[in-house]
């Protein structure tokens, strides 16, 4: 029933065996495409679907990034956006999950002076921090402000699908937390995995589709008014201003 | 009905890009500003500009220096600035910008001291201890016009490729609405030229001889620039008011909503059209206002693309509040920097304190003192 986890490791291990099949990884192999990628198994092409319509809104992701990730205070790579949606006089809860969206088209890599930031074969968008100058370029070009400057590291910070984990057969943190099974995690290139699945039948959205990027995160139920920049009353919640406060872990 | 969104959680995210580099991009724009400036009176020697080009050199030289210091501390990670110079990132603007920072900067410094050569040679025949110094430093020879026009091509090249990089860095940031318009290289250029005459005329008054020729053509010069700075800014309006393009038209709707942007839009049209009048109708006497309003028009104007553009979110509604640190990542850099390119100023107006003219105006003449030049010291 629940395939964002329970049947994944089975998937990612058909994947695997698959992978012996495959011919060529499209953009991997497509002559001047993308030639930036490295690492990775180019087998597999991680993705997400987000169903919208299943997730509570509990954070419950959020908090399971940061605990894996050891992500500072204040800053997330993952989140849910909650607003509050007034129709004809009803108000109703909207919920959206966000997270780097790991672009076929990165517009945060061509940008990295020097190659910190990188695309993995398997699709996956990562920073190698002991490279990274922290020159922020990468933050500006990401369309969905998913990337932040890590103030212990100093240097870019985002959302890597849990690659560790997702290397050692696991599910991202998000994923194997998500309450709802909003979050589905998967390989595109084995066409009976879930995501593949959804992909091809439910005919999911992405969010800003104009910049051309081609994101790898996937939505059911998205609503349009929230698929680009919202138009709406901005939260009245900050993060606090001790932003370097020292943590304590338990 | 009432229909409408309430933002309830999300993130904000702070500004990456943070006021040093709004100090870097102000200075190395007054830096290539002031080159442009010094070529028609050294790498052209055209004797009438010589005076304005001395100055404009000043510029050039100070702001030069200064900026890339503003950048390097603008990294999170400055001591991995050499990460820039040991791989091949074609693809990245900013790593052009590595490439083409010290091209610039070295030929502005052969330039600079070709150009001052003159000046370190007269020096170095005056009876004093540190003669010996500015004949080594003027290396036995004194102006080369050639040399000087050589070396001002090279670093010509080298500003206008910063010009270059320096607006198609930010104008590729598609993410960015604002930032992501072909006419921003053009208002950085603009307002780099505008910034630049305008320290000219503050220079010139408290820096250089007050030289009521230098003002007069310099506050034409500024005029002519803020001209261009007008245009420029009319054109991207009108694109985006009338829906022309829907890049300007997305930009401008991204901030039109916002009652502070529509004050700070006043704001840079009244910081803009207020020196262009002065300085059309009374070219003289007046080069200090219009350039102390031109340098605030050049330096709010990166304000405003920088720290304002990231106030923009890219998901979220509204906008994201902005609060100056008053640490290194805000005042701290802004007073650091300015305090950097003030300690050049006077360690290079030391090194060569102003020529006296032979012919000043009569009321000048008063304040010259005859006799053999001074040594700096």
Known sequence: MDRSRRNFCLGAGAATIGAATVAAMPAAAAPGAVPLRRDGDPAHRWAMVVDVGKCVGCQACTVACIMENDVPENSFRTIVSTYEVTEQGKAGSYMLPRLCNHCEEPPCIPVCPTGATFQRRDGIVVVDNTVCVGCAYCVQACPYDARFINHETQTADKCTFCVHRVEAGLLPACVETCVGGARIFGDLNDPDSAVSTLVRDENPKVLKPEQGTRPRVFYLGLDPRFQGKVDGTPTLWRPSGETHAKKEHA | ????????????????????????????????????????????????????????????????????????????????????????????????????????????????????????????????????????????????????????????????????????????????????????????????????????????????????????????????????????????????????????????????????????????????????????????????????????????????????????????????????????????????????????????????PSPRRPAPAPTRAAQAPAGPVAAAE
């Open chain 2, 1 to 352: 009905m009432d229909n409408h969104i309430v933002e309830v959680i999300n993130v904000t995210r702070e500004v990456a890009w943070l006021p040093w580099a709004v100090q870097y991009f102000f200075l190395i724009g007054l830096s290539v500003g002031g080159l442009l400036l010094s070529l028609p009176g050294y790498a052209f020697a055209r004797e009438d500009w010589r005076a304005l080009g001395r100055i404009a050199l000043l510029v050039a030289l100070t702001c030069g220096l200064a900026a890339p210091v503003a950048l390097l501390s603008d990294l999170h990670q400055p001591g991995r600035f050499w990460h820039f110079y040991v791989v091949l990132r074609p693809t990245s603007w900013m790593w052009w910008g590595s490439v083409f920072i010290p091209f610039y900067v070295t030929g502005l410094l052969v330039y600079g001291w070709a150009g001052f050569r003159e000046e370190l040679q007269a020096h170095g025949q005056v009876d004093s201890r540190l003669a010996a110094l500015y004949r080594l430093a003027s290396l036995g020879g004194g102006r080369n016009d050639a040399l000087i026009r050589a070396a001002g091509l090279f670093a010509l090249a080298g500003a206008l490729l910063v010009a270059l990089y320096t607006g198609a860095e930010v104008a590729v940031v598609k993410a960015r609405p604002l930032w992501h318009t072909p006419f921003l290289p053009i208002q950085f250029l603009m307002t780099a030229l505008a910034g630049a005459a305008g320290l000219v005329l503050v220079l010139n008054r408290f820096a250089a001889g007050n030289d009521r020729a230098v003002e007069v053509r310099a506050n034409r010069l500024l005029a002519g620039f803020l001209g261009g700075v007008m245009l420029a800014g009319a054109l991207w309006l009108a694109l985006g008011l009338f829906g022309l393009d829907s890049t300007h038209a997305e930009a401008l709707g991204s901030v039109a909503g916002s009652e502070a942007w529509r004050v700070t839009a006043v704001w840079a049209v009244a910081a803009t059209a207020l020196p262009f009048a002065i300085a059309v109708a009374k070219p003289a006497r007046t080069g200090l206002l219009t350039g102390l309003i031109a340098l605030h028009g050049a330096w709010m104007f990166r304000w405003t693309v920088f720290i304002g553009g990231q106030t923009v979110p890219k998901t979220g509604a509204g906008f994201y509040d902005y609060a100056l640190p008053a640490g290194p990542e805000g005042l701290l850099g802004i007073v650091g920097t300015a305090g950097l390119w003030l300690f050049l100023l006077i360690a290079l107006t030391a090194i060569l």
